[in-house]
């Protein structure tokens, strides 16, 4: 299992920006995928997932109403939309998969494949 995280950036507060998470060799809609985002000197968070039960998405309400996560299966991938971004959403981003998740979880240790990771910088 490989994931693929991609489309970080600089962008000022206010702005956009949308990460992608492809997978190879499997497909995504069997797949709970979380993204998580890291800033220097904190722990890892969970900043959005969506199930492969249900697909229902969850949202902190630190990012909820600015973020979106989706999939497409057919590109096997999962973005994260996010609009409106605030200088505390600079961070490193990962997303993560785990097989033996049905729903979804925000604890990091329960995910077992993890992209590289892509920067986001929000800042003017």
């Known amino acids: 299992v490989q994931l693929q995280a991609s489309g970080g950036g600089l962008v000022q507060p206010g702005g956009s920006l949308r990460l992608s998470c492809a997978a190879s060799?499997?497909?995504?809609?069997?797949?709970?995928i979380t993204w998580f985002r890291q800033a220097p000197g904190k722990e890892r968070e969970a900043v959005s997932c969506?199930?492969?039960?249900?697909?229902?998405?969850y949202y902190p309400d630190s990012v909820k109403g600015r973020f979106t996560i989706s999939r497409d299966n057919a590109k096997r991938t999962v973005y994260l939309q996010m609009d409106s971004l605030k200088p505390e959403d600079t961070a490193v981003y990962y997303c993560?998969?785990?097989?033996?998740?049905?729903?979804?979880?925000?604890?990091?240790?329960?995910?077992?494949?993890w992209g590289q990771g892509t920067v986001v910088t929000v800042s003017s």
């Open positions: 969506i199930s492969h039960f249900d697909d229902i998405a």
């Open positions: 993560a998969t785990d097989p033996r998740l049905i729903g979804c979880s925000s604890v990091s240790a329960e995910y077992l494949y």
């Open positions: 060799e499997f497909s995504l809609d069997k797949y709970t």
